[in-house]
T-cell receptor
Framework: AQKVTQAQTEISVVEKEDVTLDCVYETRDTTYYLFWYKQPPSGELVFLIRRNSFDEQNEISGRYSWNFQKSTSSFNFTITASQVVDSAVYFCALQTSGSRLTFGEGTQLTVNP | NAGVTQTPKFQVLKTGQSMTLQCAQDMNHNSMYWYRQDPGMGLRLIYYSASEGTTDKGEVPNGYNVSRLNKREFSLRLESAAPSQTSVYFC?????????????FGPGTRLTVT
């Protein structure tokens, strides 16, 4: 069975702080993909990144970076110099067979001015 | 380009009433999905349609039915609503049923059952 755990239910930081959102996954499949989605207060789900199980290179996109470690089954997300607009719920998701996604419970990030 | 659209945006039902949530996509995607989002539980898959003409149960299908009306449209029906079905419902689509395909989400329908 597939499982995604986001142990941090809520995180609160002050603007300009760096923050890391943790994601741990479980699967017996050797081919899988990991995703991060952002859900701002408006409610829609915004795709952030996709990473396949054969590519362990870290990725940086502006203030966002992702650290994928198969050895610890983790796919953590770091926001550098956080901004108020980063306040949202962030979901990590695992995709194995077909296209179905298994989501974590989400982490509510609040960035205070 | 509207992407994935859902109607209605909000709905209040009484226990036992029925309703259908509508979803349409204009991206020529083959696969479509229905999720529900409850506080503290992330999104859970209710039903999916890997391709036109097929539907399959997801993680939490009880109390729901779906219809893949055509390639563009995928509806979710609650035959006899229960308070436990109070949730936010998201429809999504992807190009094909294959691992690695990104899903595109609609804006959601907030449903309250009293």
């Amino acid at each position: 069975a597939q499982k995604v755990t986001q142990a941090q239910t809520e995180i609160s930081v002050v603007e300009k702080e760096d923050v890391t959102l943790d994601c741990v996954y479980e699967t017996r499949d050797t081919t899988y993909y990991l995703f991060w989605y952002k859900q701002p207060p408006s409610g829609e789900l915004v795709f952030l990144i996709r990473r396949n199980s054969f590519d362990e290179q870290n990725e940086i996109s502006g203030r966002y970076s992702w650290n994928f470690q198969k050895s610890t089954s983790s796919f953590n997300f770091t926001i550098t110099a956080s901004q108020v607009v980063d306040s949202a719920v962030y979901f990590c998701a695992l995709q194995t067979s077909g296209s179905r996604l298994t989501f974590g419970e989400g982490t509510q990030l609040t960035v205070n001015p | 380009n509207a992407g994935v659209t859902q109607t209605p945006k909000f709905q209040v039902l009484k226990t036992g009433q029925s309703m259908t949530l509508q979803c349409a996509q204009d991206m020529n995607h083959n696969s479509m999905y229905w999720y529900r989002q409850d506080p503290g539980m992330g999104l859970r898959l209710i039903y999916y349609s890997a391709s036109e003409g097929t539907t399959d149960k997801g993680e939490v299908p009880n109390g729901y039915n779906v219809s893949r009306l055509n390639k563009r449209e995928f509806s979710l029906r609650l035959e006899s609503a229960a308070p436990s079905q109070t949730s936010v419902y998201f429809c999504a689509s992807s190009f094909i049923w294959q691992v690695g395909n990104e899903q595109y989400f609609g804006p959601g329908t907030r449903l309250t059952v009293t």
